[in-house]
């Protein structure tokens, strides 16, 4: 037991501070006059949480299909980590000189998630999910440290962001950011619904041949 809430209290930490590296992927984003470049520079948060092992739900979900149900508690635990992260790092930014600037900048974004429809959130969220597989399970089977894994990490976080797909743990930051609603948290869950269709089905995709 104790061996078991041991692992859980890491995984927690572990998704705390993959919340707070997405924070500074969004607080980049948000800096960089140039879109294009600014969706690139947002994969840094992604590159740290891969690089050092750490528990991004979005990064995690699409591999439900390989483990055991006892792997979904986890998955919510790792869930509100990631929102504890994000919150974090979204309160952190505001006690700065640059917190109203991102606060504006999230104000515009988040208006845009709460005037779409669940459907449409929904489909993007698929989408999005696929693109977290491909960078999660890309980098897996290319040589660690090349520039093709950068590669293969960088380029789905820029297609997301530049097609406007909707990753939920970026959602969280921009919402605690601008402030939560219901509205706003029913969104949440659309998403993160969308983001595991997306990312499980790729993973089952990815592993038909293996599996028939």
Known sequence: MLSWLKERTIDLLLAVFAGICISVGGAVYFSCP?????????GLGLCTIIFFKLNLFTGKVGYIPANRPVFLLQLLLIWIGNFLGVFLGAWLQKLTRIGDALVA???????????????????????????????????????????????IILLPVA???????????ADLYYFALAGFTSAAWLRIVVITVGNGLGSVLLHLAANLRKNA
Do not use: W
């Open 34 to 42: 140039n879109k294009i470049v600014g969706s690139f520079l947002f």
């Open 105 to 151: 900048s999230a104000k515009s974004v988040t208006a845009i998630k709460l005037e779409d429809s669940l459907a449409s959130l929904f489909v993007l969220g698929i989408f999005c999910g696929m693109m977290m597989y491909i960078a999660v399970e890309g980098s897996r089977r290319v040589p660690a440290g090349s520039a093709v894994q950068l590669a």
């Open 159 to 169: 297609v997301f962001i530049l097609c406007g797909f909707e990753h939920c743990i």
